[in-house]
Nanobody, 122 residues
């Protein structure tokens, strides 16, 4: 089993920045896709950004130009640098990992973290 541990969430003013990190606990385990989803109160979980082991990335339109996803394969860690944060970025951010993928359907990812709260005050 792979455990994903997230860190870096918190409270920030609009226009500020945060950096999220997510580390997969089990080393030597082949993970291809890693990504970030978020869920705002009363809304469905939505994709924020995804990155493959080869470095290919994909972003939600709402975060393009503001967020950057990166990863350190040697450390099994994925990062999400969030700049120019807006109130609508508020939510619980979840890290996800998949041995293949990235899956289009969030239900098909192999592993999920517990989530970290990001709150952006306007």
């Amino acid at each position: 089993q792979v455990h994903l541990v997230e860190s870096g969430g918190g409270l920030v003013q609009a226009g500020g920045s945060l950096r999220l990190s997510c580390t997969a606990s089990r080393s030597g385990f082949s993970i291809n896709a890693m990504g970030w989803y978020r869920q705002a109160p009363g809304k469905q979980r939505e994709l924020v950004a995804v990155i493959t082991s080869g470095g290919s990335t994909n972003y939600a339109d709402s975060v393009k130009g503001r967020f950057t996803i990166s990863r350190d394969n040697a450390k099994n860690t994925v990062y999400l640098q969030m700049n120019s944060l807006k109130a609508e970025d508020t939510g619980v951010y979840y890290c996800a990992a998949d041995r293949g993928g990235p899956p289009q359907d969030p239900r098909h990812w192999d592993y999920w973290g517990q989530g970290t709260q990001v709150t952006v005050s306007s």
